[in-house]
């Protein structure tokens, strides 16, 4: 065992503060991340606040974690003293179950599902077997921290072409609007239509272009129109705007959620073509009613999908690595995490604040 420090929240209403505690070697297989820079993701907010109802306290989030090899396990063989790697949502998985032998770990239907980079299991300790997941730990704490032991092959190469804070808000925002896009075919020449324009919808809009698509933006902030404009979005429409929606019905081949909270999507399937899909990547919770009436008639699917595998988390890294795109970044100390927590929640983010985890040493 050996001692890190981190910041964590002690229930729904506290701030995030410093707290100190012990974390494990690197076993045979696992690899020891000193913490370079560690993204500030939505969903970070959702689970200090207990708004899924199953954090475990306390409660040191980070999933978006970039940083620098600094001890291997005997066996590792995929990554060596001081890499630049990167570690996501998930740092282990059943390893047995259909979804991971297919290599999407991020459906894993094991005993507890996969083990998130913090708050220990998906599944809420107090309803597991025996009070703990499957894999031993009572709790994960994750990237707001000094460092990391992960299982060498949840560990993702940072591409040479991706500055280390920019890769860092790949692993969560990049992988979960890439694996949809790629899910469900999205090509050059599509017109796809992106909802929101915060943190995740920021770099969906980036990678649609990248892949050629003609992009369309929906949000409800005037002032972030020129921003859609300038990431290369042809169009950008205000999601009131009753006449402007009505004349983009039937044109679009795919439309992505980014918004974070439950919403209405019934106006948007109006907008899709015969036999394409909108699928919601921001919020994890029960959305407003769907109107089959609205699909039915067009054979239109709407459906979720959840973060990304590790393959198509590399594979995001590697893309834009290869066609030069990043998300936007605000830079902050870790002594500045509990004012950015608010200011992500009032949407005043441009677009993705990322800890500088430096300036937790010392402390």
């Known amino acids: 065992m050996f001692q890190c420090i981190g910041y ?145 092959d949840f560990v993702l190469k940072i591409p040479a072409g991706l500055k280390p804070e920019e890769a860092a808000p790949l692993l969560c925002a990049g ?63 205000m999601e009131d705007d009753a006449e402007a929606m009505k004349k983009l019905a039937g044109t679009f081949d795919f439309i992505l959620s980014t918004i974070p909270l439950r919403h209405d999507v019934n106006p948007y399937f109006p907008l899709l073509k015969r036999n394409k899909t909108l699928v919601a990547v921001g919020a994890l919770e029960k959305m407003e009613p769907l109107n089959n009436m609205l699909t039915a008639f067009h054979r239109q699917g709407f459906s979720g999908s959840l973060i990304g595998s590790i393959r198509e988390t590399q594979e995001v890294l590697d893309f834009c690595a290869a066609h030069k795109v990043a998300p936007e970044i605000q830079m902050i100390r870790i002594d500045e995490v509990n004012d950015a927590v608010d200011r992500v929640v009032n949407g005043e983010v441009r677009f993705r604040y990322v800890i500088d985890m430096a300036s937790l040493k010392g402390r």
Not at 113 to 126: C, Q, R
Not at 176 to 189: E, I, L, Q
Request: net charge negative.
């Open 175 to 237: 992988a979960t609007t890439f694996s949809p896009m790629r899910h469900w075919g999205v090509k050059a020449g599509d017109k796809v239509g992106i909802l929101g324009l915060g943190g995740l919808g920021h770099v969906a809009v980036k990678l649609a272009k990248a892949m050629g698509c003609e992009v369309t933006v929906f949000t409800l902030s005037a002032d972030k129109l020129d921003a859609a404009k300038a990431m290369g979005a042809e169009c950008v429409i």
């Open 8 to 152: 964590a929240a002690d229930n729904a209403q506290s701030p995030l503060r410093l707290i100190r505690f012990d974390r494990e070697e690197p076993g045979e297989h696992e690899v020891l991340i000193e913490v370079m820079f560690c993204g500030v993701c939505h969903s970070d907010i959702h689970q200090i606040r207990n708004e899924w109802d199953n954090t475990v306290y306390p409660s040191l989030p980070g999933h978006e974690v970039v940083g620098k090899v600094s001890k291997i396990g005997g066996a590792v063989t995929l990554h060596k003293l001081g890499d630049i790697v990167g570690v996501g949502c998930m740092i282990d998985s059943c390893r047995e179950c259909e979804a991971c032998a297919a290599g999407e770990e991020n459906y894993c239907h094991g005993p507890n599902g996969w083990l998130a980079t913090y708050n220990g299991p998906m599944v809420p300790k107090a309803k597991a077997p025996d009070g703990k997941n499957s894999y031993g730990r009572d709790n994960t704490y994750g990237g707001y921290s000094t460092h990391l032991v992960v299982a060498e």
